[in-house]
């Protein structure tokens, strides 16, 4: 294969939405080493049966058009392809998908926000969702995932010429529930996409957002804040596809660990293809350890094809709470909890502060503040 | 009226032994230079009573108006009234000065300030200091110059009100125009009469601002000689050699 050709990079070696291209992983291939497939509950290997069990609610802002439709749909499906088993999987198995349009120009007046509540029951559920936004339009959509469940999905952000959309996504799921979700976003010429992901709850969660691009100018940037507590297994595998020239992306994810066999992983892959001249990238995942037994794993993969880029790094940083932070801060008084408190508060907190809406943020926040007393 | 009573301090990091026996009392209303050359001791005094978790003590007592600090946690020590004003503050990201300062003065008082009057002695205490307003909203000396890192130190020192104040090297790293203001903070801090000042340094310069009472030598890991402020001129026209060489 000569460099003029489109390699694909290695962790996303096949797409297809044939579920039968996809071998059931093992556990030795690199996309799947990290998680526990054992607690997968199926998704990964056909057993977990499509049943009902996760209720949308949406709260839709007045200007946007809310639609259930089939799968025989032509905007579902549009802006990716599978690369993944359990993509495969949740492409197959969806019965209805949601479907939110933005119509040109249009600009919203609030947040759209969809809430997915997961009940616990045998077998899985499969969801998709397809939020257009389209040319000119300016968007924001919430989605707030909570309860029980196994739940798979494809969520498709397509952002339209010059349109705007913000996405924040919660999981914040029950103790027990196992999510893997891929979020595309596909971005039209100078397009603008943020996208802040928050992870808190579940059992497992795997939560693979990726970008690509369709025209230069596109511009993507892309928070996640975790916090994973004893047990948990909370993954975050990022893919940014730079395919046209001119276009911009920043991945910046932090989380913090506490308690036995907590597990954070953290993927971060950029392609910067031949063609994609002017790339601008940078991408950042920081961990911060709190206690024994808790274990961060982070990966960046920065693939550059061409010459002529205007950046592209990356950094990575996982370490412990710094016992000198500490000890400054109770010299002067602050107890040994809230000096802590503070510390991750600090840590986490400057990227928490970038969630345009408030009532999320104030929660978000008050979560941090539950994990931090637990 | 308050006494820190350093009783025979025995003080080791990773098994070497640093502090020797040292044996001080600061009281109210007093400063106490503390002189001496490199790597004698003087951080460690310091860094010990404070109760950094890396120094390991080896023997003897830290006395505050009796109690022995030594049985009490690093924030506990702070809220008996002892205050560390260190030579290297760390950054701590994604905590704002403001923040920090009014935790710390919620924790060493009992219970929170005033938002107003807060605000009030803050924005006064800054000015005292030729601190930018700005500088509340940064983060925890992250990317404070030296010379902004000390002047944060004697702020909170100002802010706390401390009975004893422990002062590790505030002069080092400073030019004369911010040795001056910080010096001005100290002899605030300490014109009330009703606070301790132990003031370790290198050099003598800092002294010409801040008049201390009593001047101690370390040398070795404990004190070798103690006087009056003329200790100090002496040392600066004869140097630290005399000390170096006995303690060899």
Request: hydrophobic share 40%.
């Amino acid at each position: 294969m000569g460099l003029n050709e489109k390699p694909l990079s290695t962790l996303h070696e096949k797409a297809s939405y044939e579920l039968a291209d996809f071998e059931v992983p093992t556990g030795r291939e690199e996309a799947w080493r990290f998680t526990p497939l054992s607690r997968l509950k199926g998704l990964h290997n056909g057993k977990a049966e499509p049943v009902g069990g996760v209720r949308v609610d949406i709260d839709a802002a007045p200007e946007v058009t809310v639609e259930t439709v089939g799968r025989d749909d032509p905007r579902v499906g549009t802006s990716f392809v599978p690369t993944d088993r359990v993509s495969a999987q949740a492409w197959n198995s969806f019965e209805k998908a949601t479907v939110i349009t933005v119509g040109r120009e249009t600009v919203t007046s609030r947040p759209t926000v969809l809430t997915l509540t997961g009940s616990a029951g045998e077998g899985a559920v499969y969801g998709h969702i397809v939020v257009k936004v389209e040319p000119l339009a300016e968007a924001t959509v919430v989605l707030d995932h909570k309860g029980s469940g196994v739940y798979a999905d494809n969520i498709e952000f397509v952002v339209g010429d010059g349109a705007n959309l913000k996405v924040v996504s919660l999981q914040d799921w029950d103790d027990d529930a196992v999510h893997v979700s891929h979020h595309h976003a596909q971005l039209a010429k100078d397009a603008t996409f943020r996208s802040f992901v928050v992870t808190l709850g579940g059992d497992l969660v795997r939560l693979s957002p990726s970008v690509t691009y369709t025209a230069p100018g596109g511009d993507a940037d892309m928070s996640g804040v975790y916090f994973v507590d004893a047990g948990q297994h909370l993954e975050h595998r990022l893919l940014v596809d730079h395919s046209q020239p001119h276009c911009k992306s920043n991945v910046d994810y932090r989380g913090a660990l506490q308690g036995q066999d907590a597990h954070a992983v953290w993927i971060g892959d950029v392609i910067i293809r031949v063609e994609a001249e002017g790339t601008d990238t940078y991408e950042l995942n920081r961990n911060l350890i709190l206690t024994d037994g808790a274990r961060a794993d982070s990966v960046p993969n920065l693939e550059i094809l061409t010459g002529e880029v205007a950046g592209a790094g990356h950094a990575s940083a996982s370490g412990r709470l710094d016992d000198e932070h500490i000890f400054y801060l109770q010299a002067r008084g602050i107890p040994h909890d809230e000096a802590r408190r503070l510390v991750v508060r600090g840590f986490l907190g400057q990227l928490i502060e970038k969630i345009q809406i408030e009532e999320v943020r104030e929660r978000v926040l008050g979560a941090l503040e539950a994990e931090l007393s637990r | 009226m308050s006494t820190l009573e350093i009783r025979d301090l025995q003080v080791a990091v990773e098994d070497k032994e640093i502090l020797r026996g040292v044996n001080l009392t600061v009281k109210s209303g007093e400063t106490h230079a503390i002189m001496g050359p490199n790597g004698s001791g003087k951080s460690t005094l310091a860094y010990a009573i404070a109760g950094h978790p890396k120094y390991t003590i080896t023997g003897g007592q830290v006395l505050l108006d009796g109690a022995d600090l030594l049985d009490l946690s690093v924030d506990e020590r702070a809220r008996a009234g002892l205050f560390l004003a260190m030579q290297y503050p760390v950054e701590v990201p994604g905590v704002s000065v403001s923040n920090f300062l009014r935790s710390a003065v919620t924790a060493v008082r009992g219970e929170a300030p005033k938002l107003r009057e807060f605000a009030k002695d803050l924005k006064n205490g800054m000015d005292a200091l030729s601190i930018d307003a700005a500088f509340a909203q940064r983060n925890l000396n992250e990317g404070f110059s030296g010379g902004e890192k000390k002047r944060h130190e004697i702020l909170q020192l100002e802010l706390l009100k401390p009975k004893i104040a422990v002062l590790d090297e505030t002069d080092s790293g400073l030019d004369v125009d911010a040795l001056r203001v910080v010096s001005e903070g100290i002899n605030r801090f300490r014109a009330s009469g009703e606070t301790g000042v132990l003031l370790i340094t290198h050099y003598t310069r800092i002294l010409r601002y801040v008049k201390p009472d009593f001047v101690h030598v370390f040398a070795g890991g404990r004190v070798v000689e103690q006087g009056g402020p003329e200790l100090a001129e002496k040392l600066e026209a004869e140097g630290y050699e005399q000390y170096t060489k006995a303690s060899a």
